[in-house]
């Protein structure tokens, strides 16, 4: 399975940015979306283009554009929506699929609530969405319900990859290929990535982790 850790200028400043112990709801916000912008850049690199001539202000021109790619983004609840807008301003027609699951914060397994898919998934890129890929166990129980969907082609757009998350998507789905800001060391004890950005829902709905 490729894990593409984006190593761009921009992209480690911005991740450096939001591991700021006391950063505000506002700015952890608006980071999530910016970075959501440059790995949705970097996913769709190789999407398929086609020439088509259209008349440009000196006559007719030749152009490219992609050819008919078909995308769902899929958020998953609820910290995977703090990335959606990013996404949305760099792939602007994508539908929209929402897949809730909450990790149980004892088991640490994904306990899905929610499912909503648009048509076809079987013509449809998936790009799932989410800031933190820690066990691997939501990102692994919503890639399960889109190929169950019939869903063949699917990415995955994470802030933060814990290497154990990694080998359990390279375990159970090695087709997804997954792009993330950064690989970090380890979970602790808790199953938080460390060093990692803290809780990220909490961090982007401004609730409180007890
Ligand atoms: O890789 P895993 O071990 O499954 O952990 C990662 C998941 O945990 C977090 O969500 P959480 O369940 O805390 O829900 P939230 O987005 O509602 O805060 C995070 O946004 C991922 O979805
Ligand atoms: O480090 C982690 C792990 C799971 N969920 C988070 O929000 N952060
Ligand atoms: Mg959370």
Redesign the pocket.
């Known amino acids: 399975m490729p894990i593409h850790e984006i190593r761009h200028p921009l992209v480690r400043h911005k991740i450096g940015l939001m591991r700021e112990a006391d950063i505000s709801t506002k700015k952890f916000r608006e980071l999530t979306a910016e970075i959501a912008r440059l790995l949705a850049y970097e996913a769709c690199k190789d999407f398929p283009l086609e020439t088509i001539e259209i008349q440009g202000w000196a006559g007719p021109v030749e152009i490219e554009q992609i050819k008919g790619k078909k995308v769902t983004v899929v958020p998953i609840l609820r910290?995977g929506l703090g990335m959606l807008d990013g996404v949305l301003d760099m792939v602007p027609s994508a539908k929209v699929s929402v897949v809730g699951i909450a990790?149980d914060e004892e088991t640490l397994q994904p306990e899905p609530y929610f499912e909503k898919f648009v048509g076809q998934l079987g013509e449809r890129m998936a790009l799932i969405i989410d800031?933190?890929l820690?066990t691997g166990g939501s990102m692994v129980a919503t890639v399960d319900m889109l190929k169950r969907k019939g869903c063949t082609q699917v990415r995955a757009l994470v802030l933060v990859a814990a290497p154990e998350g990694i080998a359990l998507m390279n375990e159970r789905h090695p087709d997804v290929e997954i792009f993330t800001a950064s690989i970090d060391s380890h979970l602790n004890e808790h199953?938080?990535?460390i060093p990692?950005?803290?809780?990220?829902?909490d961090k982007i709905f401004g609730t409180r982790h007890n």
Do not use: K, S, W
């Open positions: 910290a990790r800031p933190m820690a199953g938080y990535i990692g950005l803290g809780d990220a829902g």
